[in-house]
């Protein structure tokens, strides 16, 4: 079932930002379309500028609006250039409790066509062990067509 959502989601997304050369744009849709299908928490992106990750595009509740590199799920994603998945946010050290709503979180991410980071996308669940393999796979791909 979540994996035909998400298969959807991919072509939904697909064609609405197709040709779109304004990131915070796509951004904004892609945070929406998410959100929308799957009814996550809290669904956004945080933009790398500088030495931080400020707060872009969102649904959901109001967030935290800067995040430093290296720094909880958001910023330890931009430093490892990897996706996280945290089942239990309180496991994870150094996490940033924007919500005490929040209890897992899956954070991938953005590359632009050079390789280099230009935004995570970040989504919140007041679940616990919200995320896994089927939300990071079809989550990275949804990111490439940002990039």
Not at 49 to 56: D, I, R, S, T
Not at 81 to 104: K, L
Request: proline letters at 4%; charged letters at 20%; glycine letters at 8%.
């Amino acid at each position: 079932m979540k994996e035909q959502q998400y298969q959807m989601l991919v072509s939904q997304i697909a064609s609405l930002i197709e040709g779109e050369t304004d990131e915070i744009a796509a951004m904004s849709n892609v945070a929406a379309a998410i959100h929308q299908e799957m009814h996550f928490w809290w669904t956004g992106f945080y933009r790398v500028v500088g030495e931080e990750l400020l707060l872009g595009p969102f649904q959901g509740p109001v967030a935290c609006m800067h995040i430093p590199f290296g720094k909880g799920v958001c910023g330890t994603a931009w430093q490892r250039r990897e996706t996280i998945v945290v089942p239990d946010v309180e496991q994870f050290p150094g996490h940033i409790a924007c919500s005490s709503a929040s209890r897992s979180e899956i954070v991938v991410p953005v590359f632009n066509k050079e390789g280099n980071v230009i935004a995570v996308l970040d989504i919140d669940s007041e679940k616990l062990a919200t995320f896994d393999d089927i939300d990071r796979h079809y989550l990275e791909q949804i990111c490439q067509l940002i990039g």
